[in-house]
């Protein structure tokens, strides 16, 4: 059974940083990417960044040059650095994890940009 534990998320002013992290427990043997969605009220879902096991990263348009998603060097932890954050970041951040044949999900982390 694998878990993906989120933290990092808060409150924090426009312009500010925020770094968000996910760690995967349980029996791990690879998987084939991690990454983060975020959903806003009223909003649709949306993938925020990926990174494969390659190493690959992908980023939604909106975050491209403000976020830098990484992963550890044991591949069960991926960290994502917010910087630059604006008021329409604000959403609740869910780690996934795919592996063959599944994917796993984190409970969501509240991230809040406001002045």
């Known amino acids: 059974q694998v878990q993906l534990v989120e933290s990092g998320g808060g409150l924090v002013q426009p312009g500010g940083s925020l770094r968000l992290s996910c760690g995967a427990s349980g029996s791990i043997f690879n998987f084939n990417a991690m990454g983060w969605y975020r959903q806003a009220p009223g909003k649709q879902r949306e993938l925020v960044a990926r990174?494969?096991?390659?190493?690959?990263?992908n980023y939604a348009d909106s975050v491209k040059g403000r976020f830098t998603i990484s992963r550890a060097s044991t591949k069960n932890t991926v960290w994502l650095q917010m910087n630059n954050l604006n008021p329409e970041d604000t959403a609740v951040y869910s780690c996934?994890?795919?592996?063959?044949?599944?994917?796993?999900w984190g409970q969501g982390t509240q991230v809040t940009v406001s002045s």
């Open positions: 996934f994890m795919i592996v063959p044949g599944t994917d796993y």
């Open positions: 990174i494969t096991n390659s190493g690959s990263t």
